[in-house]
């Protein structure tokens, strides 16, 4: 049920998933490589949007599918230093066109002259590409392990929002990249 009394219940949305994918591992668990690919079809998508008085209104929008492929890789290259890596494409679409309204059965309308986001329109909030990298060194000094990391990550740019006409005024989110460095100690004794 919506907070607002006047916007009617939203229904509830159906996800189907189909994945394919597998998990490796080689050289007595030094090199592991696993990935998955994936087509999900949504039915009655729902997204959240402002109302009245800026009251939010959850919405059914129709059908939207998801296909990706996404994977990570673990090596343990030796003398102390470690890889992981992963990564992910995504292409997340609506179906059918979204136009705001619903019918008497609250199901969402999809035909109409001028939807509020065409079919095709990219899911709000699902970069095409994520993906991250880092490397370790462990070694051991005394009775004390210790580590240092460096990883990167990368997001790619996302809209905030489904309907064309808000994206044109806000803009997409850019991509961005974060570095972090890290490093600790355990002593034991």
Do not use: H
Request: aromatic letters at 12%.
């Amino acid at each position: 049920i919506n907070r607002d009394p006047r916007v009617l219940p939203y229904a509830p949305d159906y996800l189907t998933n189909y994945e394919i994918g597998w998990k490796t591992s080689w050289n007595n668990g030094k090199f592991r490589f696993n990935g998955a690919l994936f087509n999900d079809n949504w039915d009655d998508f729902q997204i959240l949007v402002l109302g009245v008085q800026g009251i939010a209104q959850m919405r059914n929008v129709g059908q939207a599918r998801v296909r990706g492929f996404e994977t990570d890789l673990s090596a343990a290259l030796g003398g102390g230093f470690s890889l992981n890596a992963a990564g992910s494409f995504i292409d997340a679409k609506l179906k059918q066109n979204y136009c705001g309204q619903i019918d008497a059965n609250g199901k969402p309308i999809t035909n109409c002259p001028t939807p509020i986001a065409p079919a095709g329109t990219r899911l709000p909030l699902s970069s095409r590409f994520k993906g991250s990298l880092s490397l370790r060194y462990d070694w051991t000094m005394g009775k004390t392990d210790l580590f240092v990391e460096s990883a990167v990550a990368y997001q790619g740019a996302i809209w905030s929002s489904l309907p064309v006409a808000e994206r044109a005024i806000v803009g997409q989110s850019p991509a961005f990249a974060t570095v972090d460095l890290s490093g600790g100690a355990n002593w034991s004794g």
